[in-house]
């Protein structure tokens, strides 16, 4: 699912000083994968967030109508897994 044609949709609510959210945002990079990234020290953005997802934590990630959500480590394998990348992405 991760070709160019067919990249999906990844948005992250994080925020800056988060080491989860660092290491997300840095594996998603070194993948090549792209994705919108919302801040939220915004309390519109932590606002938005719980109204998507009923949460208001980070690393908040969705795609595709799916949400992930814990520390980086919980939530690669399960990103890796719905993107189709190899265990050794995850």
């Not at 998507?52 to 897994?81: K, N």
Request: aromatic residues 8%.
């Amino acid at each position: 699912m991760t070709d160019a044609t067919s990249r999906p949709w990844i948005e992250i609510y994080t925020t800056p000083q988060c080491p989860d959210c660092i290491a997300l945002k840095r594996w998603l990079r070194n993948l090549g994968i792209p994705f919108v990234e919302h801040d939220l020290r915004d309390p519109l953005i932590a606002e938005e967030a719980r109204e998507r997802t009923g949460m208001r934590i980070a690393p908040l990630t969705l795609i595709e109508g799916q949400v992930f959500w814990g520390t980086f480590s919980h939530q690669a394998p399960q990103i890796a897994d719905l993107l189709g990348l190899t265990a050794a992405a995850a």
